[in-house]
């Protein structure tokens, strides 16, 4: 049944009827809300009127109940959270009940309003409270029988909605004594922490304050402080922007939920350069910090490094180890050659004389530094070769020999002048050019081997105090050009095509970036290569029976901006020969090469291999 249009009219044959006393109007359906907090009952005002009436006096279906103000009362926040999802189980909650009239809505009373109605006789007229008898508008008496009785209104729901404002004054400069029961909290990538906590120079941040432009947090357990620590860093040399200028470590370690700043008697060493280059750093970890926090994981002491500028030109990191010592040679006897090359990764696993205190030992990477006694046939070339550049760098053979004789993890060096290098002729300027020895050092960038900035730096003073005042030299690592090819091959019957498709992928690799693969194998300046070599050198696979087309893919690097970072984007090229633009640069094997298998039909068509299918977000898509 629908809602009436009033009540009084509804419900009036109950109260005409002697059944209840008042009569009904729409007001007096009323309800209360009360809240339930730790099995107390606290009253929210007086009861309201449910339904509501329009400009004409007529019910409306909408019910808007409004409060303006919960009560004080005691609440208790260690028990709000509770595992059940049953709304009687919590601790707190409200109840909106009906609070009159007591009948509800006379769903009891109408079979006896009814009864009362149908039974009586002529003789059965409507009284008022005293007795006296009601008469109609035409002076007669109301007859109980001809009153018409409506079945009770049965209210349905269809939804409810509850939408509240709360506020509160919380005093942050309040002492730890007289700390407000409620708090602020800031919600940070891997915790929170109330912001009262946080106080920065009598400042107080709604939101989290990040100022630093890099962060590394190091979590460390079973940790007692006061006690130092010594941490591995191996960096991925040449990783980092070597045209930016390293930005300044700032380390701290977490107190609670504040970070506090090492001192400078806490900062034992630092061999990384500011972590530029592979190192141990060691540091004398306070008793002020603390492994029960909410800002981080609990259960670690954390340490965090940040820098505010120039972020990227830190290298990446490869890994990090705590419990790191360096280990020196020390010559027993050695034959002569054995510094010839680094000592690779593992080769100690202990020590000579057993330590109980210590469990393992490891050596995770290869050696550095080492440099063999000189031969004579070494001292033949260093001998003439000093007579020739007379230790003096003038031309470009004179920087190059001096970078090799006096840096032996210099590989190979090209010095380009201002005029070979496009500057200008007038310029005093030369741009030194190395390239790092990766033999046996099991680098991280295998196809583009880079020098650390900080050898570049070292590189640059050494040269500076041979050279002329007015020279300008710029040591630099190479530019390295990487191209993708995509081609389309058919694998001979019976291969094992995927097991082939990464197989020509690595061997594609290693024919264009031989060095990463072999120690023979030459890096050079300037070079380029012709798509029919790779497409000879694609079908002189034993497992390849053919190749269909192949397509050179550029890429090409937009400027860095003031952050450092650089935007990279891919085309494919027309051009049937890949090639540098630049003195200083080398061709490498891009990590991946886009590879599509043809049909087992011997004739081949181009338009196969076109449409959505064969096309990728990289090289046929732009993003912008």
Same mark, same amino acid.
């Given at each position: 049944?629908?809602?009436?249009?009033?009540?009084?009219?509804?419900?009036?044959?109950?109260?005409?009827?002697?059944?209840?006393?008042?009569?009904?109007?729409?007001?007096?359906?009323?309800?209360?809300?009360?809240?339930?907090?730790?099995?107390?009952?606290?009253?929210?005002?007086?009861?309201?009127?449910?339904?509501?009436?329009?400009?004409?006096?007529?019910?409306?279906? $909408? *019910? %808007? &109940?409004? #409060?303006?103000?919960?009560?004080?009362?005691? =609440?208790?926040? +260690?028990?709000? /959270?509770? !595992?059940?999802?049953?709304?009687?189980?919590?601790?707190?909650?409200?109840?909106?009940?009906?609070?009159?009239?007591?009948?509800?809505?006379?769903?009891?009373?109408?079979?006896?309003?009814?009864?009362?109605?149908?039974?009586?006789?002529?003789?059965?007229?409507?009284?008022?409270?005293?007795?006296?008898?009601?008469?109609?508008?035409?002076?007669?008496?109301?007859?109980?029988?001809?009153?018409?009785?409506?079945?009770?209104?049965?209210?349905?729901?269809? $939804? *409810? %909605? &509850?939408? #509240?404002?709360?506020?509160?004054?919380?005093? =942050?400069?309040? +002492?730890?004594? /007289?700390? !407000?029961?409620?708090?602020?909290?800031?919600?940070?990538?891997?915790?929170?922490?109330?912001?009262?906590?946080?106080?920065?120079?009598?400042?107080?941040?709604?939101?989290?304050?990040?100022?630093?432009?890099?962060?590394?947090?190091?979590?460390?357990?079973?940790?007692?402080?006061?006690?130092?620590?010594?941490?591995?860093?191996?960096?991925?040399?040449?990783?980092?922007?070597?045209?930016?200028?390293?930005?300044?470590?700032?380390?701290?370690?977490?107190?609670?939920?504040?970070?506090?700043?090492?001192?400078?008697?806490?900062?034992?060493?630092?061999?990384?350069?500011?972590?530029?280059?592979?190192?141990?750093?060691?540091?004398?970890?306070?008793?002020?910090?603390?492994?029960?926090?909410?800002?981080?994981?609990?259960?670690?002491?954390?340490?965090?490094?940040?820098?505010?500028?120039?972020?990227?030109?830190?290298?990446?990191?490869?890994?990090?180890?705590?419990?790191?010592?360096?280990?020196?040679?020390?010559?027993?006897?050695?034959?002569?050659?054995?510094?010839?090359?680094?000592?690779?990764?593992?080769?100690?696993?202990?020590?000579?004389?057993?330590?109980?205190?210590?469990?393992?030992?490891?050596?995770?990477?290869?050696?550095?530094?080492?440099?063999?006694?000189?031969?004579?046939?070494?001292?033949?070339?260093?001998?003439?070769?000093?007579?020739?550049?007379?230790?003096?760098?003038?031309?470009?053979?004179?920087?190059?020999?001096?970078?090799?004789?006096?840096?032996?993890?210099?590989?190979?060096?090209?010095?380009?002048?201002?005029?070979?290098?496009?500057?200008?002729?007038?310029?005093?300027?030369?741009?030194?050019?190395?390239?790092?020895?990766?033999?046996?050092?099991?680098?991280?960038?295998?196809?583009?081997?880079?020098?650390?900035?900080?050898?570049?730096?070292?590189?640059?003073?050494?040269?500076?105090?041979?050279?002329?005042?007015?020279?300008?030299?710029?040591?630099?690592?190479?530019?390295?050009?990487?191209?993708?090819?995509?081609?389309?091959?058919?694998?001979?019957?019976?291969?094992?095509?995927?097991?082939?498709?990464?197989?020509?992928?690595?061997?594609?690799?290693?024919?264009?970036?031989?060095?990463?693969?072999?120690?023979?194998?030459?890096?050079?300046?300037?070079?380029?290569?012709?798509?029919?070599?790779?497409?000879?050198?694609?079908?002189?696979?034993?497992?390849?029976?053919?190749?269909?087309?192949?397509?050179?893919?550029?890429?090409?690097?937009?400027?860095?901006?003031?952050?450092?970072?650089?935007?990279?984007?891919?085309?494919?090229?027309?051009?049937?020969?890949?090639?540098?633009?630049?003195?200083?640069?080398?061709?490498?094997?891009?990590?991946?090469?886009?590879?599509?298998?043809?049909?087992?039909?011997?004739?081949?068509?181009?338009?196969?291999?076109?449409?959505?299918?064969?096309?990728?977000?990289?090289?046929?898509?732009?993003?912008?």
């Amino acid at each position: 049944m629908g809602l009436p249009k009033d009540f009084s009219t509804h419900y009036e044959a109950y109260s005409r009827a002697g059944v209840i006393t008042n009569a009904i109007a729409n007001d007096s359906f009323q309800a209360s809300l009360k809240l339930r907090n730790n099995r107390s009952l606290v009253d929210i005002e007086t009861s309201k009127p449910i339904f509501a009436q329009d400009g004409d006096n007529k019910l409306s279906n $909408a *019910i %808007y &109940l409004n #409060y303006n103000k919960i009560p004080d009362y005691s =609440l208790d926040t +260690s028990t709000l /959270e509770t !595992e059940t999802d049953d709304p009687f189980e919590q601790n707190r909650y409200f109840i909106l009940e009906l609070a009159s009239p007591d009948f509800a809505f006379a769903h009891d009373l109408y079979p006896i309003v009814l009864n009362k109605v149908t039974s009586a006789t002529d003789k059965d007229v409507v009284k008022d409270k005293d007795g006296t008898k009601v008469k109609d508008k035409d002076g007669k008496d109301i007859k109980i029988k001809s009153l018409t009785v409506y079945p009770p209104y049965t209210p349905e729901v269809k $939804a *409810i %909605y &509850l939408d #509240y404002t709360a506020s509160e004054e919380i005093d =942050l400069q309040a +002492s730890q004594s /007289e700390q !407000e029961p409620s708090k602020i909290f800031q919600l940070n990538p891997f915790g929170y922490a109330d912001i009262q906590t946080l106080n920065q120079d009598n400042q107080y941040y709604l939101l989290p304050n990040y100022q630093e432009q890099g962060t590394l947090y190091i979590g460390i357990r079973n940790l007692q402080p006061p006690q130092n620590i010594s941490i591995l860093f191996q960096m991925i040399p040449g990783s980092g922007n070597g045209e930016l200028i390293p930005p300044q470590i700032h380390w701290s370690y977490l107190s609670g939920n504040s970070w506090q700043k090492f001192q400078d008697t806490e900062m034992l060493s630092d061999s990384t350069n500011g972590l530029v280059d592979s190192g141990i750093i060691r540091l004398s970890i306070p008793d002020k910090a603390t492994s029960q926090h909410n800002l981080l994981p609990s259960g670690l002491h954390w340490l965090r490094a940040t820098v505010t500028e120039n972020a990227a030109a830190i290298p990446d990191t490869l890994d990090i180890k705590t419990q790191a010592v360096r280990a020196t040679f020390v010559n027993q006897g050695n034959a002569a050659d054995h510094l010839s090359k680094p000592l690779p990764a593992n080769s100690i696993q202990g020590f000579v004389t057993r330590d109980p205190a210590i469990n393992t030992v490891q050596q995770p990477y290869s050696s550095f530094g080492g440099k063999p006694k000189e031969d004579n046939r070494a001292f033949t070339m260093r001998v003439s070769e000093r007579l020739r550049h007379k230790q003096r760098a003038i031309t470009a053979w004179d920087y190059e020999r001096l970078v090799l004789e006096h840096f032996p993890q210099i590989y190979k060096v090209k010095c380009i002048t201002s005029a070979a290098g496009n500057h200008n002729p007038g310029d005093a300027k030369v741009t030194v050019v190395v390239i790092p020895d990766v033999a046996n050092t099991a680098p991280f960038f295998p196809l583009e081997p880079k020098a650390p900035s900080y050898l570049l730096k070292e590189i640059q003073a050494y040269l500076q105090n041979y050279t002329s005042p007015f020279v300008q030299i710029v040591v630099k690592n190479p530019r390295y050009k990487p191209i993708q090819y995509k081609v389309g091959i058919r694998f001979r019957a019976g291969s094992d095509q995927g097991n082939y498709l990464k197989q020509l992928n690595e061997d594609i690799k290693r024919f264009l970036s031989p060095w990463a693969y072999e120690e023979q194998a030459d890096i050079t300046f300037g070079s380029s290569i012709p798509n029919s070599s790779v497409i000879h050198f694609i079908k002189k696979r034993s497992y390849v029976d053919d190749v269909g087309y192949l397509k050179l893919i550029e890429q090409v690097a937009i400027k860095a901006g003031s952050g450092g970072k650089s935007d990279i984007y891919y085309r494919v090229i027309p051009s049937n020969l890949a090639q540098v633009q630049h003195p200083d640069s080398i061709l490498v094997s891009a990590p991946q090469h886009i590879i599509y298998l043809m049909g087992t039909e011997k004739s081949y068509d181009e338009e196969d291999f076109e449409g959505i299918g064969y096309m990728s977000i990289v090289t046929d898509f732009k993003v912008i």
